[in-house]
C-alpha cells in the first residue's frame, strides 16, 4: 500500500512538507530502541516509534525505511524536521499511543482487497 | 570527485571521516555517507545494508564512548573494510560487551534510545571478519571486514 493512502487512512500529520508520499509500505514496525530498529527493521516498512530527536532520520534512511510515524501527539524536534526534509524522508505523527497505531497499520495492511 | 567510481572500484578507494564524541546530533552522519559510497559504488543491496548496520553501530560507539575517533573505510574489488579507532574510556571487559543485551550507556542514552546492548553484537552479526581491541582508558580499535563476493548473506 502506498504511504499516501496509510496517512489517509490513519489521519496522520505531516511533518516533512513537499516530500514523494507515493512510495510502496511493506510493513511497520514499533520500537524505541535504535539498534533494535537497525537490526530488524526491513526496507520499505513505517517506523513507529516516541523518539522524535534527529538520530531517528539517520536510522531511516540506512535502513530505506518508508517513513517514520511519531506517536502519542509529540512534535520532533527542528532539527529532526529539517533533517528528514532534507533527507527525503517522510516524518509523520498521531495522536495515538504506539499500541493503537501499530494495531491500526497492521489491519490496514493485512486486510483483503 | 573527480574519479570516476568504476575507476575507484577497481583499483580501491580509502577514506577517512572524524567523528567527535558526545555529539549525538550528527550522529549517524558518518555511516549514511558510507552507504551512499557504497551504494555508488554498485556493490550488492544486501552487502550494503549490512556494512551500513555495521558502519551505524561502530560510528555511535564512538559517539557514545569516546571523545573523537577516525573511521577509516576501504573498498576493494574483493571486501569492505572499516578500522574505526578512537580515543576514550575503552572496554574493561570485552566478552561482557560481546554479550547482547549487556550495555554501559547513561540513564540519559537510554532515553534516547541508544543502549540497547546491541551494538557489538549487531557488528559481529553483519560482517564476516570482526575483531576488537580495546585498552582502558586510551580507547578502543575495532576492525570489520565484510567480503563482497562471498560470505553470509542475509
Sequence with gaps: MLLQEIVRHLNLNIFTANLNLEVEVTGGYTSDLLSDVIAN????????????HPNV?????????????????????????????????????????????????YALLTQKT | M???????????????????????????HVSTQIKEILKELGIDPNIVRRAAIAAYEAEMNVVMYAQKGLFTLEVTPQKI????????????DIELAMQEGY????????????????????????SDIFKITSEVGKGTVLDIIIFINQGKNQ
Design chain 1, 41 to 52: 527493521a526491513q526496507e520499505g516498512n513505517l517506523w513507529i516509534t516516541l523518539q522524535v
Design chain 1, 57 to 105: 532520520v539517520a536510522v531511516g534512511k540506512l535502513k530505506d525505511l518508508a517513513g517514520i510515524i511519531l506517536v502519542n501527539n509529540r512534535q520532533p524536534e527542528e532539527e529532526t524536521r529539517r533533517k528528514a526534509e532534507e533527507e527525503n524522508l517522510p516524518l509523520l505523527g498521531t495522536k495515538e499511543n504506539a499500541f493503537i497505531i501499530s494495531g491500526k497499520l
Design chain 2, 2 to 28: 573527480a574519479k570516476n567510481r568504476s575507476d575507484e572500484r577497481e583499483n580501491g578507494l580509502i577514506q577517512q571521516f572524524s567523528i567527535t564524541g558526545g555529539d549525538f546530533y550528527h550522529a549517524g
Design chain 2, 81 to 92: 573494510h572499516f578500522f574505526v579507532e578512537d580515543e576514550g574510556q575503552g572496554i574493561p
Design chain 2, 103 to 126: 550495555s554501559t550507556a547513561t540513564p540519559e542514552m537510554r532515553e534516547m534510545g541508544f543502549g540497547a546492548g546491541m551494538g557489538l553484537p549487531n557488528i559481529k552479526k553483519n
